[in-house]
């Protein structure tokens, strides 16, 4: 899953729930299990996530909801393997756009 978000420092957690078609609960579940997520927390104390806390939402949801990985393998996965796994999620993700450009170009012939 690539999400589309417009560039900007921070997302409040509702804009990132809806992004990622999941609950606001979901979200707060993963930023106490994964503590790669750091949000940062306003004087209400709500989160802003940053453009690095999107990416590394992309990676859980990846590992979690496509490969259908258990919480602690993700986290032990994360661990173990990040750069590994974020090159190989970066190489996905690209091959992906090419086919839907791919897809695009066919519906125009």
Do not use: C
Request: glycine share 4%.
């Amino acid at each position: 899953m690539h999400v589309e978000l417009p560039e900007r420092r921070y997302y409040g957690i509702g804009e990132v729930a809806k992004a990622f078609d999941v609950n606001t609960s979901l979200i707060r579940f993963w930023e106490k299990e994964f503590d790669v997520l750091k949000p940062k927390k306003n004087a209400k104390g709500n989160r802003k996530f940053t453009p690095e806390d999107i990416k590394n939402l992309e990676l859980i949801y990846h590992l979690v909801k496509e490969r259908g990985f258990t919480l602690e393998g993700a986290k032990t996965h994360l661990k173990e393997n990040k750069q590994k796994t974020l090159n190989h999620f970066d190489i996905i993700r690209k091959l992906e756009s090419i086919k839907a450009e791919l897809l695009k170009i066919k519906e125009h012939l």
